[in-house]
């Protein structure tokens, strides 16, 4: 794994990882004396190598299956976690970028284009972090400005055009919050998307596959379909910034009472009627496995994209706005009154 | 025509000195010219400084009062209050924070709807509530936007929303960002409709509300030297690590930068208000 990152709740895991890639070479080391002994020795270690291996497969499964919040935002941020491009790589066939917002520029920070997932051709809209150092500068670590989400929208339109349903990948922290963005008007570029998204005539499908950082995730995530990764939180705030709000400060101790606090992971979302599925990993996550987590999200993808064609403009705006309208949890007491509140001013 | 303020952003003197309350007493100093004024005289002025024109913060019930001919408001959906989905608890909890509030501020939440008459004009109208946590918006804000925005769809009104808003509610977490998409998307149907939706922006009017309903007027009104934005000036401070410059997300520099229609002092909203719903009517 060479360079691999390390959580660290996952240090135990990578310290029996060692002691298996040592056992494997004692296993297959080359030019060992083939006598009687060497034999025997081999045959001891493939059985420690078995043992060692059963034992990573137990822990993984322990330390994955209920995963506290925290944790599962370290592994959503973790560098070699499969991102936008990774997906569009491995399942968008015949992917087309298209650029620019026809208004600012080209934020890199969001990707869209045209392509084809199984044999629905449809446009797919993400943010994207960055893999190299550079692409994350460019990207602001997948902070959109709003020339990003214009673009977005520009293209969504143009998917309405083309009767394409739209597939969105959300990761981002955050909307990007700088001088340049609020000048450029941030908060109008992502409320016209919350609104114009409720009424585009074709399927959206979004996925969290990563991190679902308040208005600038929901900014391409009004859809029909929402659903999230195993591994990566929802919510209207990072553990850290509500962290440093309501608890003063954001250190280890308050960043994880507010991840615990904030119900962000994917099963509290689907508890709160927010998302509609959840998209299982690979057990480990996907940065473990990006090919097989690439798999799943694929899979699903296609069965959504099935369900939602058959469904007419209407019934898909209409759906839609139920789906939103209903968001939310209040209570009514007594009938409503219908009391005069104006006085003499 | 002097309702529209035509100073530039630049010249506005603004800094970062809180303004969140009236301290009590009989007299007090304003934040804006540092003189010392008389309560009386301010309120009267429709907590207006007499001394410099500094917009005091005012409740929501204030505002339906300044913008509603007297006596012609009704008030709707009064009856929709909080629960507390994720039993959040922070320093404290979520729970005894509303109780709290409730008390400390007499509403139930952060919002005042319903209708009313400006200037003879019938209006659908929606103030938040600077004092109630901060106007933030959680499911019972979301929910009352919503049904006022129904409601004039459904009866044809122009309708007429105040903010001011710390932003989305923390305390419910998904559920207030889901209050985002669910305004907008209702505000979509009222633009179906072809309603007229005029939106007030007064200080402070950040984050989630902004990125949402706030910003999405067909005309967007904003009282002078009114904090307006995405992000907070601390965070954006923190992130670019470089000083704000003077007057940065204030109305007029909203104004320069073309992200709102008009800047309109607070003795004239009325009069801005009834003008253009009689231009909407055609």
């Known amino acids: ?345 | 025509m002097s309702q529209t303020a035509t100073r530039s952003w630049t010249q506005v003197q603004t800094g970062t000195k809180t303004k969140s309350s009236i301290p009590e007493g009989l007299w007090l100093r304003c934040p804006g010219c540092s003189q010392m004024i008389y309560r009386k005289q301010m309120e009267a002025n429709l907590s207006v400084c007499p001394e410099c024109g500094h917009h005091f913060r005012i409740s929501a019930s204030t505002r339906v009062e300044q913008l509603i001919d007297t006596g012609t408001f009704e008030r709707l959906f009064a009856n929709v209050e909080s629960n507390d989905p994720l039993k959040f608890k922070d320093l404290k909890s979520y729970r005894d924070r509303l109780l709290a509030e409730q008390i400390k501020s007499g509403q139930t939440d952060a919002i005042i709807a319903g209708v009313g008459f400006i200037k003879g004009r019938q209006v659908a109208l929606a103030c938040m509530d600077l004092s109630f946590m901060m106007g933030s918006m959680g499911s019972v804000v979301g929910e009352v936007l919503t049904r006022t925005i129904e409601h004039a769809t459904e009866h044809n009104l122009p309708l007429v929303i105040v903010s001011c808003s710390g932003g989305a509610r923390m305390q419910e977490s998904g559920l207030s960002l889901m209050q985002m998409a669910k305004s907008s998307a209702a505000l979509a149907r009222f633009d179906d409709a072809g309603g007229v939706y005029i939106s007030v922006l007064t200080d402070p009017t950040t984050g989630g509300v902004t990125a949402s309903y706030a910003m999405l007027g067909d005309v967007i009104i904003a009282e002078p030297e009114a904090l307006i934005g995405f992000a907070g000036p601390r965070v954006i401070r923190q992130t670019i690590r470089q000083d704000l410059p003077e007057g940065f997300q204030r109305s007029e520099f909203l104004l320069e930068c073309g992200m709102v229609d008009q800047v309109v002092p607070r003795h004239d909203m009325r009069n801005q208000i009834a003008r253009l719903v009689d231009y909407a009517g055609g």
């Open chain 1, 1 to 345: 794994m060479g360079t691999f990152y390390t959580l660290e709740f996952e240090k135990p895991l990578v310290e029996l990882e060692n002691r298996i890639r040592e056992a494997e070479q004692g296993v297959s080391a080359p030019g060992a004396p083939i006598g009687v002994e060497g034999v025997e020795e081999s045959a001891a270690s493939s059985a420690e190598l078995e043992d060692l291996n059963r034992q990573h497969a137990k822990l993984l499964e322990e330390l994955y299956t209920d995963l506290n919040p925290w944790d599962t935002v370290r592994v959503s941020r973790h560098p070699n976690r499969p991102q936008t491009w990774d997906y569009i790589e491995h399942f968008v066939r015949d992917f087309g970028e298209l650029h620019g917002d026809r208004r600012y520029g080209d934020d890199p920070a969001i990707i869209t284009g045209f392509g084809r997932i199984g044999n629905h051709k449809c446009l797919v809209v993400g943010h994207h972090k960055g893999r190299t150092t550079q692409e994350r500068i460019a990207c602001h670590f997948g902070c959109a400005h709003p020339e990003g989400y214009r673009k977005a929208l520009l293209k969504m339109k143009l998917a309405e055009k083309f009767g394409t349903p739209i597939v969105t990948f959300v990761d981002t922290p955050g909307a990007y919050p700088g001088l340049e963005a609020e000048r450029r008007g941030q908060a109008e570029a992502i409320a016209v998307n919350l609104r114009e998204m409720a009424r585009i005539k074709v399927p959206i499908l979004s996925i969290v596959i990563g991190e679902g950082g308040s208005g600038g995730a929901l900014g391409i995530a009004v859809a029909d379909r929402v659903a999230m990764l195993r591994n990566s939180w929802y919510s209207v705030i990072s553990p850290e910034g509500c962290a440093a709000i309501l608890w003063k400060q954001a250190n280890e101790q308050t960043n994880r009472s507010a991840a615990d606090a904030l119900n962000l992971t994917a099963r509290d979302n689907i508890k709160l009627g927010i998302i509609d599925a959840v998209v299982e990993e690979p057990l480990g996550g996907a940065h473990r496995d990006p090919d097989g987590a690439s798999d799943l999200l694929r899979d699903w993808i296609i069965s959504q994209l099935d369900e939602l064609k058959a469904k007419s403009a209407e019934e898909l705006v209409e759906g839609r706005y139920e789906r939103f309208r209903n968001l939310g949890s209040f209570h009514e007491t007594t009938p409503e009154p219908s009391e005069s509140a104006s006085t003499d001013a």
